[in-house]
């Protein structure tokens, strides 16, 4: 029997900046995102830990690591998903995020779920 998507999961990331939560006179632009992650492989996996890197537009790195997201660990069945919403602040008004979380199917393997790069950037204000 081919593993071939025995251990697969698909992330799509919607961002939005936050005007709201943003102190654009301090440099500080927050943006809000939304993660939704799909078991598409055949066996059912957990989702352990989160690894993010935020690339600023000077080019300024941060990395985010951490166990789980928004406190769960969700365990996934195939064609399960679980979405939810989080935060970043960076000091500059583009920047990019991407990264991985470490999943761990039932039967014991651990495998990456990519989180493609997807772009920060606030909306241009015309007056």
Same mark, same amino acid.
């Given at each position: 029997?081919?593993?071939?998507?025995?251990?697969?999961?698909?992330?799509?990331?919607?961002?939005?900046?936050?005007?709201?939560?943003?102190?654009?006179?301090?440099?500080?632009?927050?943006?809000?995102?939304?993660?939704?992650?799909?078991? !598409?492989g055949n066996i059912?996996?957990?989702?352990?830990?989160?690894?993010?890197?935020? !690339?600023?537009?000077?080019?300024?790195?941060q990395e985010v690591?951490?166990?789980?997201?928004?406190?769960?660990?969700?365990?996934?069945?195939?064609?399960?998903?679980?979405?939810?919403?989080?935060? !970043?602040?960076?000091?500059?008004?583009?920047?990019?995020?991407?990264? !991985?979380?470490?999943?761990?199917?039932?039967?014991?393997?651990?495998?990456?779920?990519?989180?493609?790069?997807?772009?920060?950037?606030?909306?241009?204000?015309?007056?």
């Amino acid at each position: 029997m081919s593993s071939a998507n025995h251990y697969e999961c698909t992330v799509t990331v919607e961002a939005i900046f936050s005007a709201e939560q943003s102190d654009v006179e301090h440099n500080r632009y927050a943006f809000e995102y939304h993660v939704k992650i799909t078991n !598409t492989g055949n066996i059912a996996a957990q989702l352990i830990s989160r690894h993010w890197i935020i !690339t600023e537009a000077n080019g300024a790195i941060q990395e985010v690591t951490g166990l789980g997201v928004i406190g769960a660990q969700p365990l996934l069945s195939p064609n399960e998903s679980f979405e939810y919403s989080s935060g !970043t602040l960076i000091s500059m008004p583009m920047g990019e995020m991407h990264g !991985t979380y470490q999943m761990v199917a039932e039967d014991g393997n651990r495998f990456d779920a990519i989180i493609h790069p997807f772009v920060l950037n606030m909306p241009r204000v015309l007056h």
